[in-house]
Nanobody
Framework: QVQLQESGPGLVKPSQTLSLTCTVS??????????WNWIRQPPGKGQEWMGA???????YYTPSLKSRTFISRDTTKNQFTLQLSSVTPEDTAVYYC????????????WGRGTQVTVSS
């Protein structure tokens, strides 16, 4: 059973960088052909796919966030990390990590999500 767990600060100040980590257990982030995704859901809005890193370490980003987003991984800890720079209150959301069998396919495992609020 694969489990994902998001961690990171719940409050970030405007203009700072949001950093979240997803710790994976029950499966390796280097196993072909899985993709490891970050998704967010602002209050009252739908889910937004932010980006992913695949089993080889290749990165993919949604165009609207690409200039502010960086996804990395630590294979020794079986973790992958989201960094979102220059945050504004519009980046307030529940942030999820999830696994998909291939690029942009349906997610088969999700983390529980973590609330991040951008406020001074």
């Amino acid at each position: 059973q694969v489990q994902l767990q998001e961690s990171g600060p719940g409050l970030v100040k405007p203009s700072q960088t949001l950093s979240l980590t997803c710790t994976v257990s029950g499966g390796s982030i280097t196993t072909p052909t899985y993709f490891w995704n970050w998704i967010r859901q602002p209050p009252g809005k739908g889910q937004e796919w932010m980006g992913a890193i695949d089993y080889r370490g290749s990165r993919y980003y949604t165009p609207s966030l690409k200039s502010r987003t960086f996804i990395s991984r630590d294979t020794t800890k079986n973790q992958f990390t989201l960094q979102l720079s220059s945050v504004t209150p519009e980046d307030t959301a529940v942030y999820y990590c999830a696994r998909s069998p291939t690029f942009r396919s349906a997610y088969d495992y999700w983390g529980r999500g973590t609330q991040v609020t951008v406020s001074s």
